[in-house]
Structure formats: C-alpha cells, structure tokens
C-alpha cells in the first residue's frame, strides 16, 4: 500500500466543499448495511498489517489501520470526499473473520477485509474448500491462519481438500498458493469455469501491462490513503499489492466435457429443481451446485448454491466489470434457480444478506431480503453508474498517451461502454493551432477553473499536453502550466465523484499529468506462475 506521503494533494475548492456538504443531507437511510456489514464476527483481525514475503524491508501488502480515517461520522465528512462514498469506505472498514451460515455439517466462514475480496471458507467433515483466494499469496496466507487460529484452536487442522475458483480476475486467485505454502497437496482439486485459463492469460499476460495499468487507476495503488486520496475502491478498500500466484485448475465447469448435469440424473440433496446449464456435484466433501456463464468483467464466471447451507454465492463483477445484458441475464438465471430456496446471499465483494425471521415464514417464491438482493445485483447489470461532473470529459475517447485516456479506458471498462479510438498528437496540434494556440487554450481553460467547469477545464488542455510530444509544437511554460491547471482540475472532478474507482482513477491522472514521469504500476504485470501454465501450442 501506498503511503500519504507520496501525493501533495489538491485542497477542495469552495464549491466543491459546499456540493458535498450539501449532498450529507440526502444519503438515504443504510442502517441495514451497517447491520449486515457487522453482523455474525466472530474476530477481528489479530494484526496491524500483513507483511510482504519477497521484500526485505518493511514493505505491507495490506494494511488494517491505514482507513482508520473512515471511523469520523458521515455528518463530518471532509468537503474532498462524496458522503456515499465515505459511507461505503465506512461499509468495507469492518474487517475479520465472520460466520456466513451453521448448519449441521456444513458450516460457512468469511474473511473480508484481508483483500478487495472476500474469502470464503466451506467446512465439511473431511476437511475445507476455499472459495476465491484472494489476490495475494500474502493476504490468502494471513485470512486462512485467522480461520484456523479461531475456528481449529482446539483442535487439529483441516486440510483443504478443494479450491473453487469463480472468475478469471487475480482478486479470485492470486492467493492460492498462499494456502499452501510450499507444500500443495498432490490431490488438491481446484475447480474454474470453463475458459478461465485462456482469459486469465490474457488480461494478466498478453495484456499484462495495459491490465495493471488501468487496475492501478482504478484501485489507487499509487495514492496515499488519505480523506484526499485513496478512501475507498466500491467493491472494497483497494487491491492487495503483494505475490500473485496460480495453480492451474484440475477440473473445469461449463463446456462440453464434462456436461452439465442431466434432469434424469438430478440429485435430490440439492433441494431444488432441475435447470439446464447446472452441475451438481460433490466437491472436497461439500454438494455444491454450480452455474457457470459468460461475463462482461471475465468470460470464465460462475456462481454457485450451497444446498446444506441454504446458502447462494455471487462471483461478483471483477476488477474491471461493467453492467452488460449477458451478465444481466446470467444473474436472472441465477435468482430463478437458487432465490426462492436460499435463506443466505453471499459473494466474492461486500457483506452477504439473509432472511429476517419474518421471511422464514413465507412460502417458497416469495420477495424476502435474499431475492431482493440478487434482484439488485440484476438490476445493477443493466446500468451504468453515474459518472457526475465528470461525464462531459468521460463522453468523449480522448489524446492517445494522455492520463486521461487511461481515466476514459477504465470508466468504459466499468460501464461497459465502447469508447473508441484515441485522437493522435497530431490530432492534438491541429487542434491547438485552430483554438489559436496553446496560450488561448490555456486562457479558456482559466476561465472555465474560475467558474467551477473542471470537465471542461480537462478536456480543453487535452490537446496541449497531447501536443507537448511533438517537438516545438507547445513551449515547455505553457505545457507547465497546462500540466498543473488539468491536474488540479482533476482533482476537483476526484473529490466530488461518489464513485471509488472513478476518484481513484482521476486522482492518479492527476499525479501522472503533474509529474510525467515514467512511473512503473505497484499492481503486478505479469504473474510468473499463470505465465508458465501457458501452453506453447495454444499461445
């Protein structure tokens, strides 16, 4: 993690103040996920940090107090944060080890706050399956010796018998190996959707560089964590920077071989009905009933049904993901399949729901808190959040090789949204020269700062910093200057955006357009495991 020392910060202008005092006022009541973010922990970290296993030095790969910050009341927000997005760093504060369900012999845990994601721990009576590991043999290392210094304290350990893989982002596997150490069992199964391999090669290898790019925008990983920088990344605090490994998977779920599970051969245990596309099986000792589905975030996605735990599991967005009517229509499917059965709704991001005693009541089919949740999650799919007083900036693709081109590729990755090609920087001169040069683009820009236009302010000295990459087509005090005004705008736009990523990512523009050097991204470019698990006939 970043330390506050490494960003001097834009101090909040008036307006921007003022716009996000007033918004405190209509925030809508959260009690209920102030309740469920809490509810059933068992024990809080017993740490202050995790610790970086390559470094020699004091280097942290997750750090419990840094958002310490975000335990000052909503009320008193700091005018360069959105309450929402205070709220929501206030929402993913609350770290550990929680109990999901109990249920016989089929007990579920959850570590949250050791990562951006969640992991999650299913005990059966010969040992334990591992849902999404975490993003770093650190974090994954550190959220299973929680587990068993609480839950195995007095007994001996479980040995985990299977992995479950949801999705090809690193924040689902990265940590595997962590749990393990330098000993994987022989036996070990780990279990992906189909085509996980393939797309986990490509954003983490071929794409490797242009993926931890714009995860490191998205995440803040370059910021200081600090109420003007880093508060909060939606889905989590941020994204671990330690050791990201692999295994790859034994089994894998969703294509032609195996198939899905037959309506002649549907096991009763399951507690529901049959559906085509579903695979009941037994996996490490626990039944589990797995839907896998192309995303939008990842092609290789599945969610899944506890049926001894009542208990329906989300694999959640990704880093990058966006809403998208395939993953829309995947999780319609998933609500019609496990939403009337289930009496718990968990995930890889963010606090699971459960049913009220009232819901207990109810007959099958009936609205209760579960269905309504994966109802939202549904809904979520088909829109796209609100970029703010940043969507005039955001609306168009942009100069090639701009910070804010990076800022433009991760908005369209989370709204899934087609951006299109960038101008070039000839582009960007001819531009300049029928504004009247940079000095006029520069005067325009003063103008639209002065009467609180940052978006417009951006998009104006686009085409000068663009420009600045051809030899004497922009003098270097301009260039300065229009270096500093942008990114001071930048920052602006980042303090009122209620939406983590968003800030994150114009806050790092902000650093990169202010000093342009070549900064390497803390989030990993290539993995050396899944780099090796590439087949040299298939890649």
Known sequence: MATNEELQPVEPSAYVTRQNQDAVKNLPDAGLAYENAGRYRIAPPDEPFVPSRISKSDSKVWDFTAFDFLEQSVDEVPGSVAPALWRQGQLNSTAGLFQVTDRGNCRVHQIRGYDLANMTVVESGSGLVVIDPLGSYETARAALARYRSVIEQDGPAQPVRAVIHTQSGVDHFGGVRGLFGDAVPKDLKVYAPEGFLADAL??????????????????????????????????????????????????????????????????????????????????????????????????????????????VYLAGPGLLGGPSKARATFLDATLTAFGAAADAGAGAYLAPVWRTPEDAGQEQGTANRVTAWLTAHRDAATTAPDAGAAAPLLATPGYADTPTRTVREVWSRLTGTDLGAPRLAVTAKASLLAQGGSAKALEAARGAYGAGNHAEVAALLDPVICAAAIPLAVNSKNEQQARTLQADALSQLAHLTSHGRLRNALLTAAQDVRDPKGVLTRFPRTIADLAAAASPLGF
Do not use: C
């Open 202 to 311: 490509l954003r983490q290898v071929t794409e490797g560089s242009h993926t931890a790019r714009l995860v490191d925008y998205a995440y803040g990983t370059r910021l200081g964590i600090a109420p003007s920088q880093l508060v909060d990344s939606d889905l989590g605090h941020t994204v671990s920077v330690g050791d990201a490994t692999f295994l790859a998977p034994t089994d894998t779920v969703g294509g032609l071989l195996p198939a899905a599970t037959a309506e002649s051969k549907w096991p009763s245990w399951t507690g529901i009905g049959w559906r085509e596309g579903l695979y009941a099986l037994e996996i490490g000792g626990v039944r589990i009933v797995l839907q896998p589905a192309g995303g939008h975030a990842s092609p290789a996605e599945m969610n899944l049904y506890l049926p001894a735990a009542r208990t």
